[in-house]
């Protein structure tokens, strides 16, 4: 996908095939991401037109918000960084790996700070969800429908949620996806589906 109406998006790839950039063509916000050569995001910046926005980093399980720690991912949950201390947080999951309750050690308990509910094929549900990732706030949790890597023990980035300009899609690493229309955001799923036609045509019409 190169273009999307509906959200009044634009994007761009790299030689890769992995998402470059991502135009709001309505706010003028732009959204630069960046890969090693072997696919893996080191930095996403948020360009407005008064300038750059944020600006995320990633090394591994340390995400830097800012040219600032922000929090370190782990199999089940996250050290967040508040400014003077570490504070650490346990997501709950249901059967099928999605993070439906975040809790936060405070005063030596547990405190529930977000919780999460999805439609079946990802989209939260407002009602019965609260503390849904802000796209103002820089330490909220954005690792919430399928947090697929995270069910092998890697505290990978991938399953990171995009909410910056009401993006809305979630970063699976190899494409994006959005939940909203139940598809994956970008170019490689056009090229799969122009294949499988192909191969259709020609089983069919040998």
């Known amino acids: 996908m190169t273009t999307d109406y509906n959200k009044d998006l634009e994007d761009s790839y790299n030689f890769l095939n992995l998402p470059k950039t991502v135009t709001n063509t309505s706010t003028h916000q732009v959204i630069h991401y960046q890969y090693t050569a072997t696919r893996e995001k080191l930095s996403q910046k948020l360009y407005s037109i008064q300038g750059r926005g944020t600006r995320r980093?990633?090394?591994?399980?340390?995400?830097y918000v800012n040219n600032?720690?922000?929090?370190?991912?782990?199999?089940?949950?996250?050290?967040?960084?508040?400014?003077?201390?570490?504070?650490?947080?346990?997501?709950?999951?249901?059967?099928?790996?999605n993070v439906r309750m975040v809790l936060?050690?405070?005063?030596?308990?547990l405190v529930s700070v977000q919780q999460a509910s999805y439609y079946p094929f990802g989209k939260a549900?407002?009602?019965?969800?609260s503390s849904l990732p802000d796209p103002?706030?820089?330490?909220?949790?954005?690792?919430?429908?399928?947090?697929?890597l995270e069910r092998s023990g890697n505290p990978d980035s991938s399953g990171e949620f995009q909410?910056?300009?009401?993006?809305?899609?979630?970063?699976?690493?190899?494409?994006?996806?959005?939940?909203?229309?139940?598809?994956?955001?970008?170019?490689?799923?056009?090229?799969?589906?122009?294949?499988?036609?192909?191969?259709?045509?020609?089983?069919?019409?040998?």
């Not at 549900?125 to 969800?129: A, F, G, K, T, V």
């Not at 103002?136 to 697929?148: C, F, I, Q, W």
């Not at 809305?168 to 589906?193: P, V």
């Open 57 to 63: 980093d990633y090394a591994g399980p340390f995400v």
């Open 68 to 97: 600032q720690l922000a929090w370190i991912n782990l199999p089940r949950g996250r050290w967040v960084y508040t400014g003077k201390e570490l504070k650490a947080e346990l997501h709950l999951h249901d059967h099928l790996g």
């Open 104 to 109: 936060e050690e405070s005063d030596n308990s």
């Open 125 to 129: 549900i407002h009602e019965l969800s």
């Open 136 to 148: 103002e706030s820089t330490l909220d949790n954005r690792y919430l429908y399928n947090r697929k």
């Open 163 to 206: 909410a910056d300009f009401g993006l809305d899609w979630y970063d699976y690493g190899a494409r994006f996806y959005d939940a909203e229309t139940s598809r994956c955001a970008n170019c490689l799923a056009k090229r799969i589906l122009i294949i499988a036609m192909h191969l259709a045509v020609v089983f069919i019409l040998p």
